[in-house]
């Protein structure tokens, strides 16, 4: 891994990894594509905001360039990262899915992990409005469909959706990155000079990245009814895309790369 070199000793090297391409990503493309130039909270950007809570899915699964993606990865990640490192993964289906290849091909672990979901949580519409829980996997499902992954940290009841929060704002989901940095941090202590890769989502690692970095949004860009990631600083991860930065004993964070992304 690039810069791997230069590596302190007691650091925790964490990849971020961003799921292969769901269902929704070609949807959100074609919704949003049009009105990328327009503000947030525009009239256009609120017609184009409806359509996409009435047709997305809550919890998509890969598409078939989603799988090709996730294999690429998991070939490409055999080749750069040690027989040690161990797997993180949000309880949604697509990250699940990009996931298994990777475990496949390192050998590794997969601890499925309640607090790495994207922001907005698993939320549906409902009268035009963002609430939750929307429909998601069950504990029981997770079992039955990734049986050697770790559920274990999930709540229970294991027969009901994993997800049983409202729909999650942006001023939520920074609160979370902050608990995130945290555990991370401990991660480090308890496993130093090792690897945890995370296999989550865009706008979490956009957030995650951010937290690390201390870089914080503006909350008088959040709006009242819709997740908003383009803001004065954003990090975009294509799909199947990785970052890499590494903790360190003394508090610094080093940035090894960003967004970076195995061709097909």
């Known amino acids: 891994m690039a810069g791997a070199a230069l590596a302190q000793k007691g650091e925790l090297h964490v990849l971020l990894v961003r799921h292969g391409e769901s269902s929704n990503n070609p949807l959100m493309a074609e919704i949003f594509g049009p009105v990328a130039g327009e503000a947030p ?58 996931a298994a290849p990777l475990a496949n091909a390192l050998k590794s672990k997969v601890v499925v992990h309640p607090l790495l979901y994207e922001v907005g949580g698993v939320y549906v519409e409902s009268e035009g409005q963002r609430h939750g829980p929307g429909a998601c996997l069950s504990p029981s499902d997770m079992e039955r469909d990734f049986p050697d992954f770790d559920i274990s940290r999930l709540p229970g009841p294991s027969h009901r959706g994993w997800y049983q929060g409202g729909w999650e704002t942006d001023a939520a989901a920074r609160q979370r990155c902050q608990q995130l940095l945290s555990w991370l941090q401990s991660l480090r202590e308890e496993q130093q000079n090792s690897w945890a890769v995370l296999v989550i989502h865009g706008h979490l690692i956009d957030l995650l990245l951010k937290a690390l970095l201390g870089i914080v949004d503006d909350p008088e860009g959040d709006l009242e009814n819709e997740n908003v990631m383009e803001r004065r600083v954003v990090f975009f991860t294509p799909n199947c895309a990785t970052a890499h930065v590494s903790l360190r004993p003394d508090g610094s964070v080093a940035v090894r790369h960003i967004a970076r992304a195995a061709n097909l």
Do not use: N, Y
């Open 41 to 98: 909270g525009s009239a256009t950007r609120k017609l184009a905001e409806q359509r996409w809570l009435r047709e997305r899915s809550t919890d998509p699964g890969l598409t078939q360039r989603g799988l090709r993606e996730a294999e690429h990865l998991a070939a490409s990640c055999q080749q750069m990262l040690p027989s040690s490192v161990k797997i993180f993964v949000s309880p949604f289906l697509r990250t699940l899915q990009t």
